[in-house]
């Protein structure tokens, strides 16, 4: 699901629509997993924050903005939640087990 500013100030009760009509759900944000949504895929916030950190260092010591590159996230996470996934019915694979960064118990 996309998520903006209103879905995530509303992400509980998202999470909990989904649930009560027996949506499976995926986010692009990992506090949508925490608020009850199956899953969430997204780039690892801190890691894009230490990353804009060094840009504003580089600007600060005189780099031109222009000059810097683009970069794209590297580091993405995947977040299981298995309350939710049980409440659901569905049984998530060991394979996909294993390769999360977190799972919610």
Known sequence: MFFDALTTGY??????????HKLPTIFGAREFAEAGGLMSYSADVAE??????????KILKGAKPADLPVEQPT???????????KALGLTIPPSL????????E
Do not use: P
């Not at 894009?48 to 260092?57: E, K, L, N, Q, S």
């Not at 087990?97 to 919610?104: G, M």
């Open 75 to 85: 580091k993405f996470e995947l977040v299981i939640n298995m309350k939710t996934a």
């Open 97 to 104: 087990l294993i390769r999360a960064d977190h799972v919610i």
């Open 48 to 57: 894009g924050f230490r990353r804009a950190a060094t840009y504003v260092d």
């Open 11 to 20: 992400r509980g009760l998202v999470g909990d629509f989904a649930k009560k």
